[in-house]
């Protein structure tokens, strides 16, 4: 398996707030990594370094094997956000168009939207059972739907690394549960890799491939023998 993400004793501070320190991370192509932790913890702020909104206070991060300093290729990421749910809730456009929506740099400015583009938005929508929605218009939908054409919009763009922020809150537990199995089977096909933020220990550990847990800045995998308060420089996960 090829490296897609890999840390090497990052640290990340608010003011005089250390986060964390020392924290190594690796995830190669295929996997299913769930983050966990309280709230506090960091796990969002390690996902906007990944995302590179935020630069290490020291320590290093490479994606696909390029320092991030030097990435460029950020369409190979996909983005679900923690507030995903919301930023929808009352878009007057139906689900084809929102997916359609991040083709935009395939398709070009004031061009219109050609028929590959749109089979490609209704691959997306079917990826994630939602095809038959596609002309419906977001804001009737509930929580869980909207929450899958979102994740929809990400997948229409094809990347190769999906980062997600607590994706499953405030959806209903059929929804959370086919998130969670979609993402495994994404995963194991190894056609994406993911890394997902989430409170949901037990979903993610029966469908993610590793579950580590973010506390008192050090990363632990859940269920390993790595003692509480091990520094995660010691440790690499």
Known sequence: ????VHTENLSYRYGDETIFSRLNLTVCSGEFVALTGMNGSGKSTLL???LGELAPRSGGIRLFGQDISDFK????????AQDGLKSGADFPATAEEVVTANLYAQIGPLRPVKKRHREAALGALARVGMERYAKRMLGSMSGGQRQR?????VLVGEPELLVLDEPTNGV???TADSLFALLAK???EGKIAAVMVTHDTARAASCAARTLLLEYGSLKEIGSPILR??????TSI
């Open 1 to 4: 398996m090829s490296e897609i």
């Open 229 to 234: 308060g091990e520094q995660s420089g010691n």
């Open 48 to 50: 906007r370094l990944l």
């Open 73 to 80: 290729q950020w369409h190979r990421l996909g983005y679900l």
């Open 172 to 174: 209903d537990n059929d």
């Open 186 to 188: 994404m995963c194991s």
């Open 149 to 153: 054409v979102m994740l929809a919009r």
